[in-house]
């Protein structure tokens, strides 16, 4: 299954990872555009053709795995997600960096 690494657009530079925002704002973000757990409190989320891995207690949120579950359902839903939450997504399998004009 192709996946990509999701994290913000701005740098830490030393400092690593800047955070995406809090888990709550995340999977509120997240439901508003249909991608949630099957259950609350899981750190697996749900959506049109994809899915998204959180990592286990993280908050706030620093990345998270994006994986393509349906590839004609998820490039029509992708972009949109990458635009309205300012995602920065990298390929993990050629390391190129997806951009979806921002």
């Given amino acids: 299954m192709r996946h990509f690494i999701v994290t913000s657009p701005t740098s830490g530079g030393d400092r690593g990872l800047q955070p995406m925002g809090s888990r709550a704002a995340i999977l ?11 259950r609350p409190g899981e750190d697996t989320l749900y ?8 990592s286990p207690g993280q908050d706030p949120v620093l990345q998270m ?13 992708i972009p949109r997600l990458a635009r309205d939450l300012h995602w920065r997504m990298v390929d993990d399998s050629t390391g190129r960096e997806m951009v979806f004009g921002r």
Avoid: M, S
């Fill in 28 to 38: 509120d973000a997240l439901a508003q555009r249909n991608t949630t757990p099957e």
């Fill in 47 to 54: 959506g049109p053709g994809i899915v998204v891995e959180l």
């Fill in 65 to 77: 795995i994006l994986f393509i579950d349906d590839e004609d359902i998820a490039w029509q839903v």
